[in-house]
C-alpha cells in the first residue's frame, strides 16, 4: 500500500510512542517501508506461554480496553494479509478464527448462494486482544529493523522552533530507578491511546488542537467465559441473534479462541440500578440467561464464567485536529488511532481505523519530502478516509441515547418532525430487510460494516436502491427501524435483577 519512493533524504529514524495494536501496525508499516523503528511501552512485555497465560498473566496497565472484546475487521485482516502474509499464519496458530462472508450470511440466502469476485476479501478475524498483541509483539520483535523498548515512561517532548510553528526532534524518557534520557528522531509517531500527554505537552509549548468531543452516554461491562467440555458453540438463530438492543441494554457476543467469548452489556449513563448490578457477576449471568440471545451462550449447561463482570467507561466520539486554520500542530509529529480520533469501541472499528491510520501515515511520509506537505496531507487524508466512518458512529451514538431515555422515561422514542428524518428511519428498516432477501444488498452492507468502502457507498448502486425502495412503498422499513429483539422489558429486568440479587444474599448468608 506504501508508494515507491527511492529518496535518501526521507525520514530514517522513527519513534513510536505506545505498543498497544495500532502502534504496532505503525511500526510494522514503517519498518516494511525501509524506516528504523523504536517503538517505547511503558508497560512489560507478554509472559512467556500461550493465550491463557497472556490474557490472565500480562499486566496491560496502559492499554484500558486490554481485556475487552475486540476483532478484524475485513480491511484490517487483508491489509495484513496482503503485508504480512505470515503474520496472518501465526494468529492462526495461536487459535484466531476466521470468519468467512458465507459465515456472515443469513440464513435465507445460504441455500442459493453463488460466490461472487470480492466475497473472500469480507473476512474477520476473531480472538482475545490478548492473544492478537501478543502475536503482534513477538512478530514485530523479530524484524531487523524494529527494536521495542519496554518498561519506558515518555516524560516529554523534543522540539526546536521552525518559523512559527513546532519542531519535534525527539522524546524524553525514565526507565524506573534511572535517570531520564534523550531519544532523537527525525518523526515521532503518537500511539499513545486516548490519554496519551503528548498533545498535552505541545499545547503547553503554544501549538493549536481543535477537538470535537461527544459523549456516548454509555458504560459497557464485559465478562468472559469458556464453553464446557464437549460443547459447541451455538447455532446461529436469526430469531434470537446474539447482538442486539433491547432499548435499554445492548449487548453481543464476542467468540474468541479455544472455546472463550466474552459478552458486553452496555447501558446509559443514568441507568444505575442496572449499574450497580452488572458489577455482579452472577447478577450478571441472570440478565444475560434472561435474554434469549444470550441465554443460547451462557446457559449453566453449556459455559463457566472465567472473570467477573468489569466496565468500561468515558466513552466518547473524539476527533483531534492537528491542522488548526492551516497551521499543523507541529511538524514530524503524528497522532494515529485512539490519539487522534475515537469512535464507540461498541462497533468494533477502533482496530482497524488503526491499521487504516498506520498506513495512510507510511503513504504521506512515502510520497512528501516536506514536513510540512506531509503534515498537511496526511491531515487531508485522515479527513477524507475516516471522517465518513466517524461520523458514521456518531450517528449511531446520538440515535441510541434518544432511544434510551425514552425507554428509561417508560416512552416510545420520539416520532421524528421533520419528513425527512422519519423517511431515514422507515428507509434504514427497508435496507434492513433487504439486507436479509438479497445477497446483493447484504453484500454492499458487509462491505460497509468491514469498512471496505465509506459508509453508505454502496447505495449508488442502482439495483440495492430499487430494492430497498421496494420495501419501503410497501411500508415494511418503519417497524424494523428500532432493531429490537427477544427479551424482557425494563421493568421486568428489574425485576429479574431484584430476584437474583435477594438470591445472592440468601446464599452469601448461608455460607456465612
Known sequence: MCSEVA???????????????????????????????TIVERDPPPPDGGPDEAFFGWNRRGAAQFRHPHAFLAVMSNLLEDSFPDLIDEFFEAGARKVTFEDMLPDELKQSYVPAPGDERMWLLMC???TMET??????????????????????????PEGDLIRVEGIDVQRRGEAPFGMAADLVVDAGGRNSKLKRWLMDLG???????????????????RLLPGVDEPARDPGNPSTGDLGYVRYGVFPGEGGHFAVIVCIHDAEQ?????????????????????????????????????????????????????????????????DAAVRTNPLYGRGCSTGIMHAHILVDVIEAFESPLQRALEFDRRTEQELRPIFKASLDDDRKAIIRAKAVMAGEQPARPKSIRAR????????????????IRVFRGALRTFNLLEKPGEFMKDRVVLLLTLRYLLRGAGAGAASRTVNGPGREEMLSIIEKALDRSRVEHGNQQ
Open 273 to 337: 440500578a442496572l449499574h450497580q448490578a452488572v458489577r455482579h457477576g452472577e447478577i450478571f449471568d441472570a440478565m444475560c440467561r434472561s435474554i434469549p440471545g444470550l441465554n443460547r451462550w451462557v446457559s449453566e449447561q453449556r459455559a463457566v464464567a472465567t472473570t467477573e463482570s468489569f466496565g468500561f467507561s468515558d466513552i466518547h466520539a473524539v476527533w483531534h485536529h492537528y491542522v488548526v486554520d492551516g497551521k499543523p500542530t507541529a511538524l514530524n509529529y503524528f497522532a494515529v488511532g
Open 135 to 160: 502475536v503482534f509483539r513477538r512478530y514485530a520483535e523479530r524484524q531487523h529493523n524494529v527494536e521495542i523498548q519496554s518498561g519506558v515512561n515518555v516524560i516529554g517532548v523534543r522540539t526546536a
Open 7 to 37: 529518496n535518501s533524504d526521507l525520514p530514517r529514524r522513527v519513534i513510536v510512542v505506545g505498543a498497544g495494536i495500532t502502534g504496532l501496525c505503525t511500526g510494522l508499516a514503517l519498518a516494511r517501508a525501509g524506516r528504523e523503528v
Open 128 to 130: 482475545r486482544r490478548a
Open 207 to 225: 501549538a493549536s488542537i481543535a477537538t470535537e468531543d461527544d459523549d456516548a452516554e454509555i458504560v459497557y461491562y464485559t465478562r468472559h467465559y
Open 423 to 438: 423517511l431515514t428511519g422507515a428507509f434504514s428498516g427497508a435496507l434492513r430487510i433487504a439486507s436479509r432477501r438479497h
